[in-house]
Every structure is written in C-alpha cells, then in structure tokens.
C-alpha cells in the first residue's frame, strides 16, 4: 500500500506542477520501504493512478515528441523480452487506440509510428531498441513529457495484468534514458 500511496502524492504533485503550482515529485520517491514487490491490486491501482495522472495532462501532450516517444515506448513494452507477439502488438495497438491522451492525435499516425518501430525490432531487436530509445531520448527536453512517456509505457506494460521484469527493464532503459529517475515509478 505503500507504493500506492506514493504514487498518489506523485500524481497530485505532477498536476500541481501542471496547473501552475510549484509541488515537486520527490514525494513519489520513497525511502527505504514498500519497494517493488506489488501484486495483484496494486499493480492495478499503479495502472489506475498513472492513467488518472496522464489523463489531468492531455491538455499539455500534444506535441510530436511526446506522440513519436510513446509510440516507441509502446513498440519496446510489446517486444520487451526480444519476441513480438502478433496478439500482442494487437492488443497494444487497441490500448494505444483507446488510450484518452493518445487521442490527441490520429489514429493513423499512432499506427504508423507505433508498427515502424514494431518492424525495426522485428528485423533486428538491438539495433529496433537503439532506434526506438533514441526517439524516446527526443522528449527529455520537457520534463512533463518525459515522465509522461514513462507513465504511458507502465500503463500499457501492466494492462495485461502482469508486469515482466524485462518490460520493468525496458522501462529503467527509457528512465536513462530520459534522465528521470527509475525510483520515481519504482523501477
């Protein structure tokens, strides 16, 4: 319950931030207690508070960065363990289809960004994982967008009900490389 009750005051703190206020994410950082290990409900109440959170910013995620970042984002969640999955890059097309923010943008670009990266690391995962966290690394200049693609990729990572540790890996990656701190979103 710990992990929850962190993120919540994360949440809050990043819509703060949104609206104008000054609250800082270091609520979201923990010391020491509750790491990692939830399961089950939490795991879906992590997914819930990061959809709520992403949703309160839809007014600020319109730009290309972020659009392409995701998508990329969502191509590395699906092939995080070196397969891609036919039902599984179809189900994530749905989830990014259906996704509130991602709505800001056509559908159709969503698709073409998010299966160019799906094909790169079809043909070649390491060099499709470069490529991919290379267009992640172009939202690093806004740190709101940055944590949003962050959010974005945990949101689809847990849709499933199940949280591998190669998507939590992907997702530490994309921290990296985004200079967000994987502490942040428990990683």
Excluded: W
């Excluded at 969640?77 to 039902?87: E, I, S, T």
């Excluded at 159709?108 to 160019?116: S, V």
């Amino acid at each position: 319950m710990a992990l929850f009750d962190r993120l919540k005051d994360q949440a809050k703190s990043l819509q703060q931030q949104a609206q104008g206020g000054r609250g800082t994410t270091s609520a979201g950082h923990g010391h020491g207690h509750g790491q990692g290990s939830s399961r089950g409900g939490s795991r879906a109440q992590l997914v819930g508070v990061l959809k709520t959170q992403l949703g309160s910013l839809k007014t600020e995620l319109k730009s290309g960065a972020y659009r392409d970042a995701s998508m990329a984002m969502c191509a590395l969640v699906a092939a995080a363990d070196g397969q891609v999955d036919a039902a599984e890059i179809q189900q994530t097309e749905s989830l990014i289809l259906s996704n509130e923010v991602l709505q800001n943008f056509p559908p159709e670009q969503l698709r073409t960004r998010f299966h160019k990266h799906v094909d790169q690391l079809t043909r070649n995962f390491p060099q499709g994982k470069a490529d991919a966290l290379q267009e992640i690394a172009k939202a690093a200049k806004k740190p709101t967008e940055a944590r949003a693609v962050i959010q974005t990729g945990i949101v689809i990572a847990g849709a499933d009900g199940h949280f591998s540790q190669a998507e939590q890996a992907i997702l530490r990656e994309a921290c990296a490389t985004l200079g967000v701190p994987p502490a942040e979103f428990q990683l």
